[in-house]
């Protein structure tokens, strides 16, 4: 089996998983192991997380035109500023690379000619990731599922979810066990299945740092916030 690795700058990413399954910790997880420092990292966030947004030196910003200056940055939008995210989503494929962190994904405005699909197909050339966070693979953008390059998926089991996410899995992976974990019954809380598209490898993904040591990983790589007395 190849080595496992962690999605690069120009590969996307889904994850997967019911709220608690610990999908939001993961995710935040990955943001962390990227380089903060060398591009413009930006969250388009939904549903005010506390974890997402814990970092005391991420920056809020607004619709206005992205920054091209390296760091992490969050948008806070809500499915009513539909019109506002669609075009702040162009202003990111024009921008390109950066990298762009969704969660709840499903609430993307979505569309043929949308912007989220021309991110995710265009993404590649254009030197933007995505990774997309949703509890269910049937709520989102079909792109964000055919031009992912790493997948995490924490238990599914609705029969709609397994078909729609085997667009690029492999038949057969959500029942998937190695042997230790057949003779333990199944997967323990918080560990999830990866599947990594181009090495066609499956892994095995233990529960990730505490959330603690997740928001000091965040932080330390980005400028600090001048605060005035």
């Known amino acids: 089996m190849n080595e496992f690795r962690l999605p690069s700058d120009s590969e996307h990413c889904c994850v997967w998983g019911h709220t608690g399954s610990g999908k939001t910790q993961l995710g935040a997880w990955l943001l962390s192991k990227k380089n903060l420092k060398s591009k413009p990292h930006f969250i388009l966030d939904y549903k005010g997380d506390e974890l997402i947004n814990s970092p ?11 920054t091209k200056k390296p760091g992490l940055y969050i948008l806070h939008s809500r499915p009513d ?15 390109e ?3 762009l962190y969704v969660d709840e ?14 991110l995710q197909t265009q993404g590649r050339s254009k030197r933007i990731s995505v990774t997309t966070l949703s509890q269910r693979p049937v709520q989102i953008s079909r792109f964000a599922i055919s031009e992912a390059s ?9 029969e709609r979810d397994i078909k729609t996410a085997e667009q690029i899995v492999p038949r057969g992976f959500f029942e998937w066990l190695p042997p ?7 997967l323990p809380k918080f560990y999830a299945r990866w599947y990594n598209v181009k090495d066609r ?10 959330v603690d040591t ?6 330390r790589q980005l400028v600090p916030k001048i605060t005035w007395f």
Not at 81 to 95: C, G, H, P, R
Not at 105 to 112: H, I, L, S
Not at 180 to 186: P, S
């Open 201 to 210: 490898a499956k892994y095995i993904l233990r529960p990730v740092p505490d």
């Open 150 to 158: 790493h997948v995490a998926a924490f238990h599914l089991n609705d």
């Open 105 to 118: 994904g499903y609430m993307v405005p979505q569309g043929r000619h949308g912007a989220f699909d021309a």
């Open 214 to 219: 997740i928001v000091a990983e965040i932080d």
């Open 56 to 66: 005391k030196n991420i920056r809020e910003i607004g619709f206005e035109l992205p």
């Open 180 to 186: 230790e974990y057949k003779k333990a019954g199944g």
């Open 97 to 99: 690379n950066v990298h």
């Open 81 to 95: 500023l539909e019109e506002e995210t669609e075009n702040w989503l162009w202003s990111i494929w024009s921008a």
